[in-house]
DNA sequence: CAGGTTCATGACAGTTGTGTGACAAAACCG
DNA sequence: CGGTTTTGTCACACAACTGTCATGAACCTG
C-alpha cells in the first residue's frame, strides 16, 4: 500500500485530493501546514509526498528544502501558479513533479506511478506479491515462502502473463497468443504447461489456489 | 557534458529546441521521426530523450515503448495535446514526465536537472559489493575475498554492465547491444566471455554463485 | 445417469539452449 | 618486429525444454 501525505492549508482541495487518492486506492493524510507535514512525514515516513507552495508560516520552497535535507521521498508540487519562476524554484529546491491546480486525479497518480518507478529503479526490483508465490519479471525469478523456483522461460513467459492481468481470466486463445505468439493453434498446449507450472509454484498442485481454472473460460491467477 | 536527443518531426521547433538546449549548455541532437531516433539512441546513447507524440510512422508511445524496452533513460514527452488521456498513456508507456507546448526552456531545463537527480540516486555508487565479489568501476578493479583478480577489458565491461543492473536478467542481445555495441550478431560470443569471467570471479566456476545463468532469458549477477 | 465436453497428467521423441575446448585472427607491447 | 594476450568463431556434447498424443478423470446438460 502506498502511502500520500498531503500538504496543503485550504481544507476543501485537501479533503478533495485526500478523498480521489483513497479512491485510487492509496493511503492518504493531510496537513495544514509545512510545519504540521513536516511532524508528521518524520513520524511515519510516505512514500510521496504532495506539497502546496503558498503554505502560512513555513512556505512550500522551504519545506521542500527542509524534507530534502535528510530524504529522498518523491515530491510533488501541487499549486495555483503557473509561473515559470516558480516551477524553476520548487524543482531547485528539490520537488520531482509540479502540477497546476486544478489537477486531474488521473495525472496526478500516474505522475506519482512514474516517479515510484523512475525512485526504485536501480535499487530494488519489483515483485509481485500472491500470498506466498513471488514473481520478478525483471529479476527473471519466481519464489515459493521465499525459496526461488526454477521454471522454464515458457513457463515464466505464461505466469508473468498471468501476473499482469492478475485476478482477470485469460482464455486459452489469449495466451497461446501473448505468450506463444500463435495466432492458432492447439490449446491443450497451455493446459500442459499450466500443469507442469501448478507443479512448481502450487503447495497442493492438485488443489491449486493461485492459478485456477475457470472451466470454459480459461485460466487466472489469484491473490 | 550532457546529451539530450530530441526527436521532433517539425523542423521549426526541433531546431528552437536545439538551439535553445545548446545555449543552456547542452550537447543536443535531433532526430525527424521515431525510427531514426531510436537509431541514433542505440548508435551513441542520450542521457536524456524529448520526443513528440505525433510522429510519422512509429508514434511517440510506441516509439517510448520502445526505448524503454531495454533502457532507463530519462524521457521527456513534448506534445501540443494537452488531454489527461494522452498524458496518462505516456507515463503508462514509460515516459518520465510530459510538458505541453509551447514550453519555457527554463522549466524544462529545470525538469531535466530534476530528473536526472532521480535517475542519479542510487546507481552512482563506485565500488558494488556481491558478497565476497567487488566490482569498482572507477578504479576498473575487481577483487574476491579483497583479492584483486585480472579481467580483460571486454570482462571487466561485462562485469560492470550486469554490476549497474544488480538482480536483473540482462539477455544476451541486451549485452551484446552495451557491451559490445554490436545491434546483431551471434549471441554465443556473450557465452564463450561470460564463461571466462566465471572462470575468475567465482570460487566455483561450474555452480556459479554470482553470475547466473537464466535459461532462456539470460545472465543476471546477484548478491 | 448417459453422453458429450472439458480438463489434468504421464510418457516420449524431437528440438533448443548452454558450457566448453580448440583455434585463428587481431590487438597489444616491449 | 616477434612474442604474448585477448578476442571472436566454431563444433560438439550434454542437459533441459517443448509440443504432441493418449488416457482417464471431472464436469456439465438434458
Redesign the pocket.
Known sequence: MTAVLVIEDDDRIRLALLLALEEEGYTAYGAASAEEGLRRHQQTPADNILVDLMLPGLDGFECIRQLRRDDDVPIVVVSARDDTHDIVAALEAGADDYLVKPVAIKELTARLRALRRRARAGTAVSVQVFGDLEVSAEAGEVRLDGRPV??????F?LLCELALHAGKVLS?QQLLQRV?GYDT?????V??????L??KIERD??N?RHLV???????KLQR
Do not use: F, I, K
Open positions: 526454477a521454471v522454464t522461460r515458457t513457463e513467459r486459452r506463444w493453434g492447439d490449446e491443450r498446449l493446459d500442459v504447461h499450466v500443469g507442469r501448478r507443479q498442485p492438485t491449486p481454472t475457470l472451466r470454459g473460460l480459461g485460466y
